[in-house]
């Protein structure tokens, strides 16, 4: 949020730069579709995965060219390179999730999952506050304050792309054993309990409208520092790692159901402990 920010975008901007994996989550199905025509899910998940810190090292170009050019027309490649990186982690997640499904055993897939779950959170709220501690002892730089955060992460970003090299393909079976694609998509739409889901995931998600605005709202308007931002914003990670096991335990013992309609029930007033709020 800081970068764009600093590039001058306005509340419009920062909502659509936000909504943009929502938008472009479409992109799933020609992802799944490549992989159902049959085009390797290990090459798909390389290529892709690849690609995405490739275009965060395009954004660290923009501190240098822009103040050469419109603070907008600067917005307008970081909004189309934002795209870029969606649609990339879209075709890779497509493929990712089943073939390394399938190079876990059965019996420790769920732990698998699980323990990479509760390890990327718990470094994920690590560096959400290192960043801003980071960010607000350099910020006196201006834009190129970010450069050493993008370089960072494309890095990692590579090694993570790279590491996915020596594990084996696993093939599909045959196009014969499988279901068509449109036919699979159909036989989902036909299933009610899934469609009900589905409405309800998306009334959900229309509760994160205020989401794109979270951290411009501290920045700018409660003028916080970026490490109190971190701090915040590691707050709710640190929270779903430490619930993870007692929410799996009540799942094991009441079922998945009474469980999400409890947790909907939680969520659903949350957002009025912020009416007595000012500004």
Known sequence: TGFPMQLGANDVLLGLMATIPALFVV??????????????????????SLATPLCWFLVMTIPFVAKDVS???????????????????????????????ELIPAERRGKFFGYAAMF????????????GKFLDAIKHY????????????????????????????????????????????KRTLRN?????LAIVHAVTAMSNIANPF???????????SFFGVGILNCIGTVAAVVSAPLWGKAVSKFGCRPIVILSLLILAPASLFWMPVGK
């Open 192 to 196: 009610r309990p899934f469609v009900t």
């Open 71 to 101: 603070n907008m027309a600067a917005l307008g490649v970081l909004v189309g390179i934002i795209a870029l990186v969606t649609v990339s982690n879209q075709f890779a997640g497509s493929a990712r999730g089943s073939w390394i499904g």
């Open 27 to 48: 992109f799933q199905f020609a992802g799944a579709y490549m992989v159902e025509k049959g085009f390797s899910r290990k090459r798909q998940t390389i290529i892709f």
């Open 214 to 224: 979270w951290n411009a709202y501290l920045l700018r308007d409660v003028k916080m």
């Open 142 to 185: 201006g834009l190129a304050a970010f450069l050493g955060l993008f370089l960072f992460g494309s890095i990692f970003g590579l090694v993570s792309g790279f590491l996915h090299m020596p594990q084996p393909e696993c093939p599909l079976p045959g196009a014969e054993a499988r279901t068509p694609y449109f036919e699979t998509m």
């Open 120 to 131: 990327g959170g718990i470094i994920g709220a690590a560096f959400a506050i290192g960043e």
